[in-house]
């Protein structure tokens, strides 16, 4: 849960970096390139450790760079040019459902009831943090983009969880350095960063009333905000099981409002707090329901080949355990 809660930390201030730099004069979608394409220049030395990778699973691979990368990032911009962004977000982080009701009506898989109502709390306590009723129109087209993020959110969380057993398992490592240089391929097509402002990143960037050089922020939102993000992201959910962790990543819109508060100013409402509270006691029983069926040890090659054994305590069974369709942060 530790690891999970710093994932969410670290992407969550990543809008708080990335706002001012928007306000700044650079374009969404241009801060969301220089955000993957520098992570993936950062973990770039890690595709050459790991480039058995390429012959052995070029799918995950390449799902892994579209949908949890490219895709949550295109869908969710795209989506708040039409919609609301309380609304996209509430949309986007319907993934957790999402992945429960996979589990349940797809694969028929027993969930308990304690984990469905972990997830319930933490989607109904996000629409107050997002403050969802703000939102009086809502463009088909545009809840379908949001969607769309929410679907390749699932992806990231089942993805993350693949390979976690048997002999072929792979290193998330490899994973992730992969998945951000072909995110960064795909989003070059999409930003066209060759229109990006690059005088902006030589200035600063006002974070509410206080001068930040944009350099600063940029390096927050590469290090902090997207590689050590993803390195926790994945550890955290090969450690809980993707469902369990994708209701703990709800906690992301609760971090980032709290730390547009205090570096932002922009303030709390009373529902937004109470909200906030509802999500972590949903995300603290979906965390602590037991299964339906004893609890089983897997196996997950540690570095060194060494082998250390995760005990599946959550309410869903963990998507490692027979999920034969392996498929975000805003």
């Not at 693949?162 to 350095?177: F, N, Q, R, T, W």
Request: glycine share 12%; hydrophobic share 55%.
């Amino acid at each position: 849960m530790g690891i999970a809660l710093l994932s969410a930390l670290a992407f969550g201030g990543s809008g708080v970096a990335a706002k001012p730099l928007i306000e700044a004069g650079l374009a969404p979608l241009h801060v969301t390139w220089l955000r993957v394409a520098g992570a993936a220049l950062v973990l770039l030395p890690l595709t050459w450790r790991h480039r058995g990778l390429l012959r052995r699973r070029p799918a995950l691979l390449m799902g892994y760079g579209l949908l949890a990368v490219g895709g949550v990032q295109a869908c969710y911009f795209a989506a708040i040019s039409r919609i609301p962004v309380g609304v996209a977000l509430l949309i986007e982080y319907l993934a957790p459902a999402l992945v429960l009701g996979w589990v349940r009506f797809v694969q028929k898989r027993p969930v308990t009831r304690a984990a469905a109502v972990g997830v319930v709390l933490a989607v109904g306590g996000l629409a107050c943090v997002v403050e969802v009723w703000s939102g009086l129109s809502f463009d088909a087209v545009g809840l379908a983009l949001a969607l769309g993020a929410a679907c390749c959110q699932v992806g990231y969380f089942v993805l993350s969880d693949h390979g976690s057993d048997g002999e072929d398992a792979v290193d998330p490592l490899g994973v992730i350095a992969y998945g951000l240089l072909i995110g960064a391929v795909i989003l070059t097509v999409i930003a066209r960063p060759w229109t990006l402002r690059w005088e902006v990143l030589g200035g600063s960037a006002e974070m509410n009333g206080t001068h930040v050089p944009a350099l600063l922020l940029l390096g927050w939102i590469v290090l902090i905000a997207t590689v050590a993000a993803y390195l926790t992201g994945v550890v955290s959910i090969r450690l809980l099981s993707p469902q369990v962790a994708g209701v703990v990543a709800c906690l992301e819109a609760v971090i980032a409002t709290v730390l547009a508060w205090v570096l932002l100013g922009e303030h709390l409402s009373l529902p937004q707090i109470i909200g906030g509270v509802v999500v972590l006691v949903g995300a603290f029983i979906a965390q602590s329901a037991k299964p339906k069926e004893p609890a089983t040890a897997r196996k997950d090659p540690a570095p060194g080949g060494e082998g250390r054994a995760a005990v599946v305590t959550s309410g869903v069974p963990s998507a490692g355990e027979g999920l034969s369709v392996k498929s975000s942060a805003t």
